[in-house]
């Protein structure tokens, strides 16, 4: 199993990192450094290089994994559920391809704030 470091702001995270097109190309992309922008309970950043075609239908994200959204290059990871909607479902907040899913808790990143350094790095 790859797992990587990602640190944002004050905060530090263990994730493994999935075999799938998105997850191989964040692998090659290590390390790389961006910059937290932070709405509602998510934290999103850029990666650097290709972003691969996806094949398939979009994978919905859940709080904890880490998507990689559109052809931008955009990750996102949410760290908490949307509010009640009118029919009274918790839903996910973005889809797009899953490529981590953090291991341990994920609600310190309550405590990032826009422009925080984003940090992902490869670890044994």
Known sequence: MRKIKI???????HAKLLD??????IFGSLPFLSMARVADSAVTF???????????PPAMGRP????LCGRSGTCGIDFGNLPFT???????RRSGDVWARAMGDIAALKHVIDGDRVAVQGVD
Not at 7 to 13: A, D, M, N, R, S
Not at 20 to 25: D, H, I
């Open 64 to 67: 904890g994994d880490f998507v």
């Open 46 to 56: 850029s990666a650097p290089g290709l972003v691969p075609a996806h094949s398939g």
């Open 86 to 92: 009118r029919i009274r479902r918790r839903g996910p």
């Open 7 to 13: 640190t944002i702001g004050p905060v530090e995270l």
């Open 20 to 25: 799938t097109p998105a997850g191989n190309a």
